[in-house]
């Protein structure tokens, strides 16, 4: 839960670089939380998903934050998310790079993270 809200704290930190497991940690738990509105509303018989797309709205600058900066583990520019507009090719391709290994040591974009005394 401390990588969730660790994102959530870091609310628009679009520089910097963020691991593997603050990435997918945040994924997991936003995934879980999000079936969990969806399950409430169905058992309340909300026709309009308001809970849900309340909540994707307080989530979505968090979400794109933590993305741009695990590109940036991989050294690649947080344009690179703009990829994801061709359709399921550039979500593969995003996948793809959400899995690699970060760069060792400093990359243009700042200290590795994974070494990083502060944390």
Avoid at 9 to 16: C, I, M, Q, R
Avoid at 84 to 106: D, H, Q, R
Wanted: hydrophobic share 50%; net charge positive.
């Amino acid at each position: 839960m401390n990588w969730y809200i660790g994102v959530l704290k870091n609310y628009v930190g679009f520089f910097g670089r963020a691991r593997r497991q603050e990435f997918w940690m945040f994924a997991l738990i936003n995934a879980i939380i999000s079936a969990v509105l969806n399950v409430v509303q169905m058992i309340l018989g909300m026709e309009i998903p308001w809970l849900t797309i309340i909540y994707v709205l307080a989530t979505l600058l968090p979400a794109l934050a933590v993305s741009v900066r695990r590109l940036h583990d991989t050294d690649r520019s947080g344009f690179w998310l703009f990829i994801s507009l061709i359709p399921l090719i550039g979500a593969i391709v995003l996948i793809v790079f959400y899995c690699k290994e970060g760069t060792s040591g400093t990359n243009r974009f700042g200290n590795d993270p994974k070494y990083s005394i502060s944390k």
